[in-house]
């Protein structure tokens, strides 16, 4: 099906546009390279091996990665430097698996507590030493991560356990909203180095200084102790980064090839409004608050998808445009990629509307 | 790893409890048996080739499932009557895979509108008999389908281009809300009636009427036009499920397997919380405005998931609880089991604790 037309697609399918994607790899790599950081891009947003050797041939340092599975795939691709942004819980089992990596990738995992890093050392017994780890701040997400000020505690416990402590890692996603990127990014630098004073009081060197986000990596504050950024969404922008402005419509890489199935100009009892393919199955249902709905349409910037069932998106159609065919194909935004990625096992690759490429989601599903 | 403990199952993990599906799938069969009903559940919601054997040894009369993917999937592993309650948009691909299944099993699709079913009878052509229809009918969840009082239009369409009409249906959605499964099951009841002596007046037999749903399937009225019911969920239950009443926490049959990676006590500034890796990676982020929260935890039903994302679940824990320890394993029951079974490859079968099964869910992602 290669060299086919992209309207010989059959829906709903994932489509990259090559050229989009190419020029968000370069830009990313150009703005952060000329701020003095590395760049280690989470690829759990596109779990393509691919699209991760175009990121490090643009200049990535290495990769990042939220899970074990994830980890043995990409250094299976060729990956020689990984890390698992993660507090792992490491037993037997995941212990081995780690053994394995670290034989064959320099590989960095994440901590956020003492009785972590104590499973983690325990486990790997005498080949603790092959890890590096960086203990997880909370710069003001309030998910997984310790307060700056208790690093000292969770490094100490994994240095006792025989792991390598390189340093810190912090993830700001409470960026994701309106007004929050630049605040965030600010609690990130502030966190990370009140984290890293406390590390270095305590004689540790923490020369890894690692920070978030899409939203956040081209706002860092150069005069803080980061050392690398870890975006994932922009090699293909979404809604939600849409919503935010820290992409344009024209900088949007990834869209969902969607039929419509169902259309009813409706009335004063029945909403006006479009039906197409694209159920949750694969754009996912993620919809903060703060979005417009669960995703836009490349077709009409003024319809919103307001409700979404596994099977099908509803589309609100603007009073003042004309409602769509029936069968007639629509280009949908999700709000994040990383759930789309996560439901297909291939996508559509194209240039100029043709197809010029199918590459399988390798890392698909590896949840563990 | 058959024989083994579940608590030597990597996590996260979808976890299915034998003696509970068997109990859930007993139940339905006999109830919506006694009703004079019969039974076409919908395997969209586990996508598992024997479960669907399961369902069809207690007396369901076929399957139902949303594409033609799955369609080929059920009737490869041997299912011999299937609807695909959808809407089908039918261009040639579509229609040729469509002839082979209905060379192999029986065979009916959705349509709601006149040039659906003049694009599926054309594309179709003189094989279009082979096909039989039944129309959507809208009974007030405002998704696809037309108006009852519209049916006529789409069967005589239907007619007109080669299909056989066979009958209605409908999916009365806005049932999955508090207080709504009542008002919804009486809405569809109303709606097919009403499109049934429409279709009859027109001369159609009209014979097959095809309702919900999990919510509804047992408040359907005995006395109505309806013929069979369609749930899905009620194999497994999940937190919607729960939260409207509808099951008991006995009845959950599917449980999310997942770790504690990052625990906090919380204080005036930080949260009290406990952050597991089963994220939307697995539990999928459905959340309606009337759930609770993304999803309930069996060994603390008081404990709410507050938050996702893609490998980290949030969840709030009370404070007069306490809190589970790092590497503790509990069970989280999500809000919507149908988006967990797309998000994995495979289940674990488990009976008194012990793994006997594992299954493939053979038709995840097949979206098309």
């Known amino acids: 099906m290669l060299g086919s037309e992209l309207r010989d697609v059959d829906t709903p399918a994932v489509v990259i546009d090559r050229d ?55 250094v299976e691709h060729g990956a020689t430097d990984v ?4 507090p792992l819980w490491v037993g037997a089992r995941q212990a081995d ?30 080949d603790a030493g092959m890890l590096e780890v960086l203990v997880e701040v909370d710069s003001g997400h309030h998910r997984s991560g310790v307060a700056a000020a208790s690093v000292v505690d969770v490094a100490r416990a994994a240095a006792d356990a025989g792991l390598r402590v390189a340093g810190v890692f912090t993830f700001p996603g409470h960026g994701y909203a309106p007004g929050m990127p630049l605040a965030a990014a600010a609690q990130e630098a502030r966190a990370l180095d009140v984290a890293v004073s406390r590390l270095r009081a305590a004689g540790f060197e923490a020369g890894w200084v690692s920070g978030g986000s899409t939203p956040t990596a081209l706002l860092t504050e150069t005069d803080s102790a980061l050392t690398e950024v870890r975006p994932g969404v922009y090699v293909f922008g979404d809604a939600q980064q849409l919503e935010l402005d820290r992409c344009g419509w024209e900088d949007l890489a990834l869209t969902v090839a969607a039929s419509v199935v169902s259309r009813h100009p409706g009335n004063a009892d029945i909403p006006r409004r479009v039906v197409l393919d694209s159920g949750s199955k694969v754009l996912g249902s993620d919809r903060p608050a703060w979005t417009t709905g669960f995703g836009r349409v490349r077709e009409c910037p003024g319809a919103r998808v307001t409700a979404l069932s596994e099977h099908h998106a509803t589309l609100a159609w603007p009073e003042d445009a004309e409602l769509p065919a029936l069968g ?3 280009h949908v935004v999700p709000n994040h990629v990383c759930l789309t990625m996560n439901l297909v096992d291939e996508v559509v690759v194209v240039r100029d509307g043709r197809v010029v490429d199918r590459w399988a989601v390798a890392a698909r599903g590896r949840n563990s």
Chains 1, 2 share one sequence.
């Open 20 to 74: 989009v994607l190419d020029r968000n790899i370069a830009r990313m790599a150009e703005t952060v390279g000329a701020s003095g950081l590395r760049l280690r891009p989470h690829v759990k947003t596109h779990k393509v091996p691919q699209i991760a050797r175009l990121q490090l041939a643009a200049g990535a340092c290495g990769l990042t990665v939220a899970t074990i599975g994830e980890a043995e795939v990409f």
């Open 83 to 86: 890390l698992i942004a993660y």
């Open 97 to 126: 698996r780690l053994r394995r990596l670290a034989g064959s990738a320099r590989l960095a995992v994440g901590v956020d507590s003492a009785e972590g890093a104590r499973a983690m050392g325990g486990s790997l017994g005498r």
């Open 328 to 330: 007639a194909r629509l």
